[in-house]
């Protein structure tokens, strides 16, 4: 046991007794979005699709709210193509989760938690709904790390080689 541990525990229950007032108090619970975690390259070489936000213009991945009528997955993979163009076979399940806080109408803070999706680049298409209105790179996942805001999301990013490594681990 590390001398963090005690403290990530303490952290998480106050993160627990907070949520928990919020709720008797009426606040919503997160909202939920998913995200496209868009990946080319082979093992060991992998690198990392962002784009830029159309309002701020940081460094994001693809990301919406979840779709009637498509899985959560599907969703992120909509989210790819509509955003940037990108296609691919989309895992099932999150590879990782994030939580920012999304400004709403009013200058009003709405915490949004988002469920990221490793979607695995087949093409990048030339004619998108929102071709022309973001930049799109291709970063090291632990460059990609450093250019996005949000801190469990370039957390998530940092570790995403030892994630994908165990992906693809084959049980022995």
């Known amino acids: ?12 229950l106050v993160r627990r007794l907070a949520d928990g007032m919020a709720r008797l ?5 997160p909202a939920l979005q998913v995200a496209a975690l868009c990946l080319r390259g082979g093992r060991g070489r992998e690198e990392v699709l962002l784009i830029t936000s159309r309002e701020t213009g940081r460094w994001v991945l693809p990301k919406g709210w979840p779709m009637k009528g498509r899985s959560l997955a599907g969703a992120a993979q909509r ?4 955003e ?5 076979a989309v895992d099932r399940s999150p590879i990782g989760h994030y939580h920012y806080d999304k400004i709403v109408s009013g ?3 709405r915490r949004v938690t988002v469920a990221v999706y490793a979607m695995h680049l087949r093409k990048l298409e030339p004619h998108f709904p929102e ?7 291709w970063f090291a996942p632990s460059e990609a790390a450093r250019k996005v805001a949000e801190p469990e999301l370039a957390a998530l990013l ?9 992906r693809h681990a084959v049980p022995g």
């Open 1 to 12: 046991m590390t001398q963090s541990d005690p403290h990530r525990r303490n952290l998480a």
């Open 25 to 29: 108090l009426g606040r919503r619970p």
């Open 79 to 82: 989210e790819a193509w509509e």
């Open 84 to 88: 940037a163009g990108a296609t691919g």
């Open 107 to 109: 200058g009003l803070g």
């Open 131 to 137: 071709a022309g209105q973001r930049e799109l790179g």
């Open 158 to 166: 940092a570790s995403l080689p030892g994630r994908l490594a165990q």
